[in-house]
């Protein structure tokens, strides 16, 4: 038996309306069209659906039965219908954002706070633990947009400019480097540096400041917690360098300093990646809008 929208539509209409008139009118189709549909229905079936001459008209047992499948099916059938009018329209949709370093939930999180009341329908969701697959999880579809420092030209992607940074140094205010204006690598030979869990590579203090100089740090710690970096820094353990975006909470005047590195300083820009296409999705582009604002507020440098 080969059963249609249409026909759980007819049911329903019909149990609804207690006529056929009543139906043809809800489904806009002539008496005619409809007892002809109801006669196929009833041939592939075998049994009869109506109880004939009963005024309203009546579901027999197997009319009974479809209805309920009806009931159940049209409405989720109507639901996903709407859904998929809501990705067509791109007022629903899915944005879960991976980072490619850590300590940005200080301006990731009102953005995404925001963009939660703005966008009711649209499934918002941080997906931290990414690290340096992000990309990977990108083309696979596992999240929808990347935050990274690093431009690339994939084609398949779309590289948007959010703000500029600055990593800074951050020193017990008594350590001898911070009665300079700004650091210079060789000033990291003998220092504990404490980062946050990252290869060399990927960290801003090596990668564009001290390999390049031929430099290295004293030793590396590594810490996945700002407040805990801070924390060993003020208590002597070492001195960390930070982007300025993890320190807008403010720092302890009388305990740590922060100085740039380099003369002048060094800056990097964090980028959005998206796959390409999903730029122009109205949520994706209030994310662009609300992240280079909120990337620009509170204190830098």
Not at 77 to 101: C, D, K, N, P, Y
Not at 105 to 121: E, T, Y
Not at 276 to 293: C, K, N, S, T, V
């Amino acid at each position: 038996m080969h059963i249609e929208l249409r026909h759980l539509r007819l049911i329903q209409a019909i149990s609804e309306t207690g006529s056929v008139a009543g139906a043809a009118d809800r489904l806009h189709v002539t008496q005619s069209a409809l007892s002809h549909q109801i006669k196929g229905i009833e041939d592939q079936a075998g049994v009869p659906l109506f109880v004939r001459r009963s005024k309203p008209l009546r579901l027999s047992a197997a009319g009974e039965r479809m209805l309920r499948t009806a009931e159940r099916i049209l409405p989720e059938i109507a639901a996903l219908q709407a859904e998929f009018s809501g990705l067509t329209e791109g007022r629903a949709g899915r944005l879960h954002v991976a980072m490619e370093s850590h300590g940005g939930f200080d301006w990731l999180l009102p953005v995404m706070d925001q963009l939660r009341r703005a966008w009711g329908d649209v499934d918002l969701d941080i997906r931290p633990g990414m690290g340096f697959d992000a990309l990977t999880a990108l083309t696979r579809e596992e999240v929808d947009l990347v935050v990274t420092a690093e431009p690339g030209t994939d084609a398949d992607l779309s590289f948007l400019p959010l703000f500029d940074y600055m990593p800074l140094a951050v020193l017990p205010a008594d350590h001898p480097l911070a009665e300079k204006t700004a650091l210079a690598p060789a000033d990291f030979r003998s220092e504990t540096v404490i980062t946050y869990p990252m290869e060399r590579a990927r960290l801003d203090v090596f990668s564009q400041f001290l390999t390049p100089a031929g430099e290295t740090a004293g030793e590396l710690r590594q810490v996945e917690l700002t407040q805990m970096i801070l924390l060993l820094v003020a208590s002597g353990r070492g001195i960390a360098v930070l982007p300025d975006w993890a320190l807008r909470s403010g720092l302890d005047g009388a305990r740590l300093v922060t100085r740039p590195l380099g003369n002048p300083a060094l800056t990097r820009r964090l980028h959005a990646v998206m796959r390409a296409g999903d730029e122009r999705l109205p949520y994706m582009a209030h994310f662009i809008r609300l992240a280079r604002q909120e990337g620009v507020r509170g204190p830098r440098g």
